[in-house]
């Protein structure tokens, strides 16, 4: 019978799931299925709601696989908090998961645990997760985690979608008082009301329009050359490149080899600001590169180490990277 | 029988009153009755509750002076608002004083307008306001309101308690992340948790601790050389003099003269160095000085000229300047 095994990225706003299904020879075929569903955060929607979510996407993956044993799942949760929480978490799953899986082993790990594992599988090495908030996570040669940042809106997140379009406002706002004119003060008012003092104030504080979703706007700006807005990438990406080099200085045995995660990184003109500001904060034989695989695959290549069958069976050649979805 | 007329100062955290009792002549001892109430900002606590607050200063006030008249009234309110939004309030208020006062001219203004009035009276200005938030108002010479700053904690309140406070929990965050050491971690180790990760994002976002009650200690450590807040005072006070500067370009009818309110102006060190970034960014002659008279003293120079009588009866010599409460 095929075995299954499922990696699942749970996050704020979207649940990603990667399953595989194979035999144990290596030659034969592997099938993958990819699905998608709702944001899984416990600290914003709960537990039973986070685990709620996780168990349907699983019920529908194992709901495709109808001619496979479910052996192992492994989930990166953001805000799966610390190791207690994380621990009760994973029982909630685990006791969801019973009908599917009986016999599945489960595990839940930090978000940033699978995108490390996604970049450099058991290697040493940094990623920078640039989305709504950022972090810098390392995994060091003798395999523990180490962070800097990720502070959250109010203490950090330098870098971040949030302090990118804070900043962008705020610049619109001096613009408004007669400070340094910016392109941003247009772009933005549609949106944000950056015409007006009333506008950009009420739509900021009572309608809570969500900040981060300036951030594209800035980025354009700066690519096209206006210089508040270009100063503001600077500024943030140089914040955030100062914390992979504390990082890196406060742990010697970290590989300075760097990947870079999260929406933000997905625009070329924020990648390369980034890029030249952490390889000016990094020896010079670093490497920075946006992630070649999702970390899904992360997820899924730690479910297939956790299935112990698979590992006895095959006397191990190291399941092999996740391709189908790498670059 | 001897007028009453009574100055309001009502702001977020608590309300001042002033009331003086007098007769025509202006040689007659004057007396005058200080009282404080809890806040009444009409934003935060709703009409109803900040009416009723003002409402019952009067009361008391008009209580302490039973053989007098209640000429005229003016309130100074924080986040008062647009025209309408005062005006609703005002009628509000009329109607609450109707019964302590049937014949009272009642008047409500925006807080800045009777700080610049205890600042400069009908002369031209600036103030500064730097509490928990931070703004820069002007009188022009033709008497109108001109602003800069004030976008709240979001947007900007640079030099604000806020914005110092939080820039120093920020410095402890990269502190602990392997950034600049600062003395501001030890003296925030007890209020905020600065000692550890865990501890300090558990202050700010689960236990909400205002970040505000933080700046008292950077100011302490700046003023004892710590260079990290030393900086960060120095950045936000920069922040808040070009305030001044953009609001002085904006209008050429606006004498260079700048006067300093709110709480963070009681400390020595930061009414220093404002003071310095002030005058390096105004032309040479301006003079910069914390404020002599409160603001509620302001509102009762304004409920005093409010009083068509007292104009009409003395031919006016402008009011006395109230000078009990003033330095």
């Not at 095994?5 to 990603?16: F, M, Q, R, V, Y």
């Not at 600290?43 to 479910?70: D, F, I, M, N, Y």
């Not at 839940?108 to 972090?135: C, P, Q």
């Not at 390392?138 to 949030?162: H, V």
Request: proline content about 5%.
């Amino acid at each position: 019978m095929s075995s299954l095994h499922i990696g699942l990225d749970a996050g704020g706003s979207s649940t990603e799931l990667l399953a595989r299904a194979s035999t144990e020879s290596l030659s034969s075929p592997k099938e993958e299925t990819r699905l998608q569903g709702d944001g899984a955060n416990p600290e914003r929607s709960g537990h039973a709601e986070a685990v709620g979510t996780l168990a349907e996407l699983v019920g529908e993956a194992v709901r495709r696989h109808p001619a496979t044993q479910l052996r192992s799942v492994c989930a990166g949760v953001a805000g799966a908090g610390s190791g207690e929480r994380r621990q009760a978490l994973a029982g909630r799953l685990h006791r969801a998961l019973s009908e599917v899986a009986p016999r599945a082993r489960v595990r839940l790990v930090h978000d940033a645990r699978i995108a490390l594992e996604a970049a450099f599988g058991n290697a040493s090495g940094i990623i920078i997760i640039a989305g709504t908030g950022s972090a810098v996570f390392a995994r060091t040669e003798a395999g523990t985690l180490e962070r800097a940042g990720g502070w959250g809106y109010i203490l950090g997140d330098e870098g971040s979608g949030y302090a990118l379009g804070r900043a962008g406002l705020r610049a619109v706002a001096r613009a408004l008082d007669g400070g340094p004119a910016t392109r941003l003060q247009a772009l933005l008012s549609n949106t944000y009301g950056a015409n007006s003092r009333a506008a950009l104030v009420g739509n900021v504080y009572e309608a809570e329009l969500p900040l981060q979703e300036a951030a594209r706007t800035v980025l354009e700006a700066a690519a096209e050359g206006d210089a508040v807005a270009a100063r503001i990438l600077d500024e943030q990406t140089d914040a955030l490149a100062r914390q992979v080099a504390w990082l890196a200085e406060r742990e010697a045995t970290i590989a300075p080899q760097v990947v870079l995660f999260g929406g933000l990184t997905k625009n070329a003109h924020y990648v390369e600001t980034l890029g030249r500001a952490v390889r000016g904060a990094l020896p010079a034989n670093c490497s920075v590169q946006p992630a070649s695989c999702p970390p899904v695959a992360g997820a899924l290549r730690l479910a297939l180490r956790e299935d112990p069958g698979r590992e006895a069976a095959s006397n191990a050649p190291e399941a092999p990277p996740v391709v189908s979805l790498c670059a």
